[in-house]
């Protein structure tokens, strides 16, 4: 066996070239339109989330209830009072973004 016949095969310098380039037109422009079409639906379903940067409660801190919470959203602060039986506001919350 020859030396040359026992080393590894040559990097290629065009690899896409090699494969074929197998995705099509078609397969490319549905995902150029579904991903973010799958965005916009999931966001105009679901909202988009806040943060909750500021809260006021009455009572010891392990023990408390909410009075009111902020929330910082896109649109700007947001001011919701829990309903009752709730006593806390959560962390992240999701405000209709339209």
């Given at each position: 066996?020859?030396?040359?016949?026992?080393?590894?095969?040559?990097?290629?310098?065009?690899?896409?070239?090699?494969?074929?380039?197998?995705?099509?037109?078609?397969?490319?422009?549905a995902?150029?339109?579904?991903?973010?079409?799958?965005?916009?639906?999931?966001?105009?379903?679901?909202?988009?989330?806040?943060?909750?940067?500021?809260?006021?409660?009455?009572?010891?801190?392990?023990?408390?209830q909410?009075?009111?919470?902020?929330?910082?959203?896109?649109?700007?602060?947001?001011?919701?009072?829990?309903?009752?039986?709730?006593?806390?506001?959560?962390?992240?919350?999701?405000?209709?973004?339209?």
């Amino acid at each position: 066996m020859r030396m040359t016949d026992r080393r590894r095969p040559r990097a290629s310098t065009t690899p896409i070239y090699d494969r074929g380039a197998k995705r099509s037109f078609a397969r490319s422009l549905a995902a150029v339109i579904l991903i973010p079409l799958t965005l916009y639906l999931t966001v105009a379903v679901f909202g988009l989330p806040s943060l909750r940067f500021q809260n006021t409660y009455h009572g010891t801190k392990e023990f408390r209830q909410d009075v009111s919470c902020d929330y910082l959203t896109v649109n700007g602060v947001i001011r919701i009072t829990p309903p009752p039986g709730v006593n806390q506001c959560g962390l992240i919350r999701l405000f209709p973004a339209f």
